[in-house]
């Protein structure tokens, strides 16, 4: 059976709910989970008469405000295990493609099973936007359970 889940997590309604689930489920099987929040990588870009400019107090704000962020939505992972009794530790990922962070932190840390919440995009929305998920899917050979 699983012995390593990675566990991504977006601190939506949704998402607790995933971890919630793949805790329990953990906990059933003896296995171990990795809580992982990928932080997109932001440039903000200001152009004034043909000039491109990067304001570094507004990055450095926003990579502060979303570091924030992370790390609440990892220690709910963490206190939850903790409480089901199941081995996590969590980690912050950054990279401009969520999905390709995801499943290279699978692969990096052994992880055998990859245990996400769908978002549930539909129509020209899911279209025009696709899914984290639905990327994972389609490119992951580390086998993935969708919680929904």
């Not at 990055?59 to 199941?86: H, M, P, T, W």
């Amino acid at each position: 059976m699983y012995k390593h889940i990675l566990l991504p997590t977006d601190g939506s309604e949704l998402s607790e709910n995933a971890a919630k689930s793949c805790l329990a489920f953990a906990k059933s099987i003896g296995a171990r989970v990795t809580g992982l929040y990928v932080l997109q990588e932001y440039t903000p870009i200001l152009a004034t008469e043909g000039f491109g400019y990067v304001d570094p107090q507004t990055v450095e704000q926003f990579e502060k405000s979303a570091e924030s962020y992370a790390k609440n939505c990892l220690e709910s992972i963490r206190k939850k295990a903790d409480a089901a009794g199941v081995d996590c530790d969590c980690v912050v990922e950054t990279d401009f493609h969520i999905y390709e962070a995801i499943i290279r932190t699978a692969g990096e840390k052994g992880c055998d099973l990859i245990w996400m919440a769908s978002h549930g995009k539909r129509g020209i929305t899911g279209l025009l936007l696709g899914s984290e998920t639905s990327k994972v899917l389609t490119h992951s050979a580390i086998p993935i359970l969708v919680y929904k």
